[in-house]
């Protein structure tokens, strides 16, 4: 079970006993189911859904045409779900919000901001060096990324998975368990309980969480 949508932004709601909760805001579909797979055509059980109509001047020939097969235009946003058995499904069907109505808990899946490229301190959390005792322009460097030894087995050559400087953010993450606060029907909003990653109108896809319990 799943959903395309789009990060709305965040707010915040009240519960039940006056508690301020911060929330984020998901438009979830309508998505338009374009293919579903088989194990007799494709090998396997999946439904193919799409979300967001391309502008008309962006549209592309072959995409169009594979759309047109579901009464529909081009996605902006398709994505692959596997199922073990995809018979409930058929192309054309419109997926809406109401698929979560009976649903407490999700995961949600997007991309995280690009941060560029980062130092060892704000990418891997790194202390630094002493700001006294003799430490001059080293303070916010990495220090030493070989062995110093030789021998056993070991050689002064950069281990493979060493934490340094590089490219920070723009990485598909998932924020498991997020509880569904509220659902509007009308304007095809989901509002979860915390943060989810990614900037306000980033795609994400929104999943029945599978390791909560209250599910």
């Given at each position: ?13 009240y ?26 055509t ?41 199922l ?33 490229f980062?130092g ?28 110093g ?40 909003l ?26």
């Amino acid at each position: 079970m799943m959903l395309l949508g789009k990060k709305v932004g965040m707010s915040k709601m009240y519960d039940e006993k006056g508690v301020s909760v911060p929330v984020t805001l998901i438009q979830a579909g309508p998505c338009a189911v374009l293919q579903v797979k088989t194990p007799e055509t494709d090998g396997y059980h999946a439904v193919q859904i799409g979300f967001d109509d391309v502008k008309e001047n962006r549209r592309k020939k072959p995409e169009v045409g594979h759309a047109a097969k579901a009464n529909a235009v081009q996605k902006a946003f398709i994505r692959e779900d596997r199922l073990k058995a995809a018979s409930e499904y058929t192309v054309g069907q419109e997926l809406t919000v109401t698929i979560f109505e009976e649903i407490k808990y999700v995961d949600v899946t997007g991309t995280s901001k690009g941060k560029g490229f980062a130092g060892v301190m704000k990418r891997h959390h790194f202390k630094g060096m002493d700001g006294s005792h003799g430490c001059e322009r080293m303070h916010r460097h990495g220090g030493s990324i070989g062995s110093g030894s030789a021998s056993r087995g070991t050689s002064r050559a950069v281990r493979k998975g060493r934490k340094m400087s590089g490219h920070m953010g723009a990485e598909r993450c998932t924020v498991k368990n997020l509880k569904i606060m509220g659902i509007d029907t009308v304007n095809n909003l989901i509002i979860v309980k915390g943060a989810v990653v990614g900037a306000n109108n980033g795609y994400v896809m929104v999943k029945k969480a599978k390791t909560s319990k209250n599910n």
